[in-house]
């Protein structure tokens, strides 16, 4: 009745043409946020513009990224994943005590990895397999995991990393792209591809936004969610290899609060924290911003904390402001 | 009788706690003491004052993470009052720690309230921000023991009938939730918005209203908590508690306290937290390393919310007439 | 006499629909009014707008001819209007005297609830709604009908001036309907005036004193139910005379596609035995409740059966989930369209491509163009009016949005689809639309099984119709032997009758 306006049989692919979608969303307000910080960053301090420092600064952001894509797609799915930061704890933990057994470096990438996914396992068979919560759920490994790292080192921490290991966090692949800042891309193009090319990511879409319908519609939701607790699981061993690397140590309180940052890094990204909808190119913007503020306060010498402020204000707004916005334009239409 | 004795989560709770304390008790009877008990619970009283807070706000679908992060900055904000002003009364102090909170609590609220955010980025984001504010207020410094008066640290250690004021306040805490969880319209309102939104509306509540009510008294609670918490400790500094914010929420899941909303209990509250009070105090005494602690913790939330579930699960719906039990 | 709460002129619109336009209505004390129209004529949103969950774009509301607003739920309520709902709005957790009484629980002097007093009121509450059984105990733990006179036990707890009654009748059994009447005589008696809102004729013309129809958002008709016949009713309701409306086709009806043998569930259904054929419609006809949606659900995968087999073109199939029966070509068209069948938020195309995606895509990566012309074919057939494919599916009516949910069933090419409640709650021309698909469907040698709870549409477009209630087949008819009464009474059991009826 209401859409009797519209004529049958003709009705177009898409109304607005690329150019104006991508004009609209939500990246490119984060691509301009992007280049306003670039900008400012570097009229503020004129050793920011250089290479190797904006090299230096991918560190701070490229490790919680590689999770963040992963997180991203739980996320979109509906779930949530806290337990990530107690996944490079544990996986860390594993890897460290490998190394006192003599183990070496392709040898500690495995167990690095191997650990991330069984604790991915861990989560997925628990929040598909039982149907728990996921929030729920990952809290408990959260404790679970850093507790068992806890149980293993106590106050104490592992060190001595074969000299080959510290490449991961501290080697260059090319100029000033470290080997990090290169996964980052290669990762962000990976998990761009498979959210927004493939089937499996048409799936997690449809289970984000309807769960039901997608299991009526043929999507196998249990086995789609267990694939993605078991990425994020992955990523967060990969990160603990990155970061272990370039630490040199391991202590049990590795990656602390982590999981917040990830967190925050994919809503900022505009990835909808009730699932159904959000894109890697906003994650990877998200991630981009985060970093060059980190760095940015760093070089004015404003203390991380200070910074965490910042981000906490920039979560919370970047989520009021589209409200505030809307409510302020259907204001102003009546 | 017994299976339906089994099914009240409570009980299941008390029957979980007792026989732990008996296998304690097997190899070391000494942790099975008035005494003893008296000191668990007395070292468990601020997780159950926070828990009772978090509970409301679970119980409304939403959660607070900031608590802990509140607790910090209230607590910081007690002891400078107290380093600046010696002469100021503690009661008075307690009440700016609480009112602090309780407008930290409005703040999550009203985000909550007014811009429907959802309660999780809400909480995430305040928690990162008052953190924060401790620095900028104190550029990181520790306010240490001796820079606090005797009376700002003595009143929770006070003993009052043979017991420290801590204690009371917990009781008097868990008191006052049991009335107004039970006897007041918010209270029931609570449970109203978390277990069916929607028909809370037809019953003339209002949703969002009722959340922030609820984030103002986890706010209060976190308030209160972050006094009792700097003058037990004796020292005040940024990361106070830090992490706490999940052993809250851990004490609530093991109380039984539905993460979906509008089931849980103050008594649930209370035997949770005293669940996780009991390993924590238990641990020393049974020779495990307390790093051991957040493990068992883990573990026990994940056992805790499976058996939970299974509770709640819906019985599937009865068509065949023969299988109708009512 | 002066109504006790007048509606007049009342409008409302949601983006993109108008729900109601210009609709007046007027509730008087000790009179039953019957609120009559199809599903989306715009019955609940009024239901909304007397209780004060909707406000009205324009319009005034009177009670006792004063105008006043009702801008929040409690303020409907303050004014004595109160609701017993289609769906019991109520809380599972808490305790039936709770349900009950939430929102205005008795105090004490110290302002705290008062529960022995709670507990007294609620027990003579529900022994005057002709309940008798125990308020302490936990809502979820009753059943349906139980929960629905709990429901009742809450409207009366409120000094009513007004009582809206939402398809109070869907849930009960033939003696809680016959207490349901006494109640309602008993409330008239008290001189409260009643909004009673039905599909069953039979019961508007039993309890009924007024009418008001309402048909697309307008107001048609209204007056006096004895100066009205049924066939008058029917007609104002639909605009048009009944008969004409299903576009059924003749079809020469082939060979078995589908048997189910010996499909059990251990509470929701047994002894399921049927065969499908090749061009046919099998009507399933039922109460609401009878068990039917579940077993459909339990054919493609969502539950599985305690026992039981289904052959498809022969061949004895295991469908262990929905991916399975799509790919044996089953598929379903769930009833609850927003929650199982659309994904709101999600464009048309992708809607309808979800479950034909393996063919659209290549080696798992999407190929957009097959997307668009798959979704084009099938939308342009079911006559979908968008302003474009990749507009959101939410933005459409309930009846484009059937469409689509039904083109991205037939895009899997099934070889038969099973459609539960197909247009309920959509506008009559995008129901006619959908009727008439489904002959086109059946002529093209598809099978169809239909669940509806419509008598007309059973009639009207089924070949064969089996009767469910209480989980079993309680009747089987050929479309030639068909009757409205016959299907009423193996519906509700109301006498054995000889054929077919399973035990």
């Known amino acids: 009745m209401t859409d009797a306006h519209l004529s049958p049989r003709h009705i177009p692919d898409r109304l607005q043409g690329r150019g104006a979608r991508i004009l609209k969303s939500w990246e490119s307000l984060l691509l301009v946020v992007a280049i306003a910080i670039f900008l400012g960053n570097s009229l503020a301090s004129p050793y920011f513009l250089d290479p190797w420092n904006l090299s230096d600064a991918t560190f701070n952001f490229t490790e919680k990224a590689m999770i963040a894509f992963a997180m991203a797609l739980v996320i979109i799915s509906g779930e949530i994943d806290l337990s990530v930061a107690s996944i490079i704890a544990l996986a860390s933990t594993a890897m460290g005590y490998a190394v006192q057994l003599g183990v070496d470096t392709p040898a500690l990438v495995a167990i690095g990895l191997g650990v991330g996914l069984i604790c991915g396992m861990v989560n997925g068979l628990l929040i598909t397999g039982l149907g728990l919560p996921s929030i729920v759920v990952t809290i408990g490994t959260m404790s679970l995991f850093r507790g068992l790292s806890f149980i293993v080192l106590g106050d104490q921490a592992f060190t001595g990393y074969p000299k080959s290991f510290a490449w991961f966090g501290q080697g260059y692949v090319w100029w000033v792209f470290s080997f990090e800042f290169t996964l980052f891309v290669l990762l962000a193009v990976v998990y761009g591809v498979l959210l927004h090319k493939t089937n499996f990511g048409r799936a997690v879409y449809a289970i984000g936004n309807n769960q039901t319908a997608a299991l009526f519609s043929g999507v196998r939701v249990a086995r789609v969610k267990f694939i993605l607790f078991l990425l994020t699981g992955l990523m967060a061993g990969l990160a603990s290899i990155c970061l272990t690397s370039r630490l040199g140590s391991t202590r049990p309180s590795i990656a602390l609060g982590w999981e917040l940052e990830v967190v925050t890094m994919v809503v900022l990204g505009g990835v909808n924290i009730l699932g159904g909808s959000g894109t890697i190119p906003g994650v990877v913007l998200a991630a981009l911003i985060m970093g060059m503020v980190t760095f940015g306060f760093g070089l004015l010498n404003v203390p991380g904390i200070v910074m965490s402020i910042f981000i906490g204000l920039l979560l919370i707004s970047v989520i009021a402001l589209p409200i505030l916005w809307q409510r302020a334009r259907r204001r102003l239409a009546h | 009788m017994m299976a339906k004795l089994l099914k009240n989560r409570e009980i299941l709770l008390v029957v979980a706690i007792v026989a732990l304390v008996a296998l304690i008790a097997l190899r070391f009877p000494a942790f099975v003491t008035p005494a003893s008990f008296a000191r668990v619970y007395n070292d468990t009283s601020i997780l159950i004052i926070l828990a009772l807070g978090q509970m409301a706000v679970i119980l409304t679908r939403c959660i607070d993470l900031s608590m802990a992060a509140n607790l910090a900055l209230s607590g910081m904000v007690a002891a400078m009052l107290n380093t600046a002003f010696p002469g100021l009364p503690i009661p008075l102090v307690i009440l700016v720690a609480m009112a602090l909170g309780g407008l930290l609590g409005m703040v999550n609220g009203t985000l909550v309230w007014k811009l429907d955010i959802p309660p999780i980025v809400v909480t995430l984001g305040t928690l990162t921000i008052y953190r924060g504010l401790i620095f900028l207020l104190t550029d990181g410094k520790w306010i240490n023991a001796h820079e606090m008066s005797d009376a700002f640290k003595g009143l929770p250690r006070l003993e009052i009938a043979g017991m420290p004021v801590l204690s009371w306040l917990s009781l008097l805490m868990i008191a006052l939730m049991f009335l107004v969880m039970g006897r007041t319209p918010l209270g029931r309102a609570f449970y109203a918005v978390g277990g069916n939104p929607h028909a809370a509306v037809y019953t003339g509540i209002d949703v969002g209203r009722t959340r922030f009510f609820a984030y103002c008294l986890s706010g209060t609670l976190a308030g209160l908590s972050g006094y009792l918490w700097v003058s037990r400790y004796a020292v005040a500094y940024v990361d106070i508690a830090a992490g706490f914010e999940l052993d809250i929420i851990a004490a609530c899941v093991i109380g039984g306290i539905s993460i979906a909303g509008g089931i849980g209990s103050v008594a649930g509250a209370v035997l949770g937290a005293l669940f996780l009070g009991v390993i924590k105090n238990a641990l020393p005494v049974i020779n495990i390393s307390p790093f051991a602690q957040m493990a068992i913790s883990g573990t026990v939330i994940i056992i805790a919310v499976a058996v939970n579930a299974r509770a709640e699960k819906r019985k599937g719906r009865v068509i065949l007439r023969k299988a109708e039990a009512v | ?503």
């Open chain 3, 1 to 503: 006499m002066k109504p006790a709460v007048a509606l007049e002129g009342i409008s409302k619109s949601f983006p993109g629909v108008r729900a109601l336009s210009d609709v007046s209505l007027a509730l008087y004390p000790g009179s039953v009014t019957a609120l009559v129209g199809e599903n989306g004529a715009g019955k609940s949103t009024l239901v909304k707008i007397l209780t004060g969950i909707y406000q009205p774009d324009a319009g005034v509301i009177r009670v006792v001819e004063e105008e006043t607003t009702f801008p929040t739920a409690l303020a409907a309520a303050r004014a004595g209007v109160t609701a017993i709902h289609q769906e019991t709005v109520l809380f599972d957790e808490l305790s039936v005297a709770e349900n009950i009484f939430l929102g205005h629980a008795p105090r004490n002097r110290f302002g705290f609830i008062d529960w022995k007093k709670l507990n007294a009121d609620a027990r003579a509450l529900l022994h005057r709604a002709g309940a008798d059984f125990d308020p302490t105990i936990r809502l979820r733990d009753l059943g349906i009908a139980r929960k629905h006179l709990v429901a009742i036990a809450r409207a009366l707890s409120v000094d009513a001036r007004v009582v809206i009654m939402d398809e109070p009748t869907a849930a009960l059994s033939h003696k809680e309907i016959h207490e349901l009447y006494a109640l309602i005589e008993r409330l008239k008696a008290d001189g409260k005036a009643i909004l009673f809102i039905s599909h069953k004729f039979d019961e508007i013309f039993r309890i009924a004193d007024r009418y008001t129809v309402f048909r697309d958002g307008t107001m048609v008709g209204e007056g006096l139910i004895a100066d009205v016949s049924q066939d008058d009713l029917v007609r104002m309701m639909v605009g048009r005379a009944v008969g004409s409306v299903y576009p059924k086709k003749e079809v020469a009806i082939g060979e078995p596609v589908l048997t189910v043998s010996g499909y059990r569930h251990p509470t929701e259904f047994e002894d399921i035995n049927f065969e499908l054929r090749r061009g046919e419609i099998l009507g399933f006809y039922g109460l609401v409740g009878a068990g039917r949606s579940e077993f459909m659900q339990s054919l493609i995968g969502i539950t599985r059966p305690s026992a039981g087999a289904v052959k498809l073109d022969g061949q004895v199939r295991v469908i262990r989930s929905p991916a399975e029966a799509i790919r044996a070509g089953i598929v379903y068209v769930p009833e609850e369209r927003g929650r199982q069948g659309a994904i709101i938020g999600m464009p048309i195309f992708q809607n309808v491509t979800l479950p034909s995606l393996s063919h659209t895509s290549r080696s798992g990566f999407l190929k957009l163009a097959n997307e668009f012309a798959l979704a084009r074919e099938y939308t342009s057939r079911l006559d979908l009016r968008a302003a474009s494919l990749d507009q959101d599916v939410g933005t459409l009516s309930g009846g484009n949005q059937q469409k689509v949910v039904i083109a991205k069933w037939l895009a899997t090419r099934p070889k038969v689809i099973i459609l539960d409640e197909p247009t309920k709650g959509i506008d009559i021309g995008s129901k006619a639309a959908v009727h008439a698909f489904m002959s086109e469907l059946a002529a093209e040698g598809l099978s169809v099984i239909m669940v509806s709870s419509e008598i007309p549409e059973i009639m009207g477009m089924s070949d064969r119709v089996i009767v469910m209630r209480e989980g079993r087949i309680a009747g089987r008819f050929e479309r030639a032997e068909l009757t409205a009464e016959k299907l009423v009474r193996a519906a509700a059991g109301i006498e054995t009758q000889s054929n077919g009826r399973a035990a």
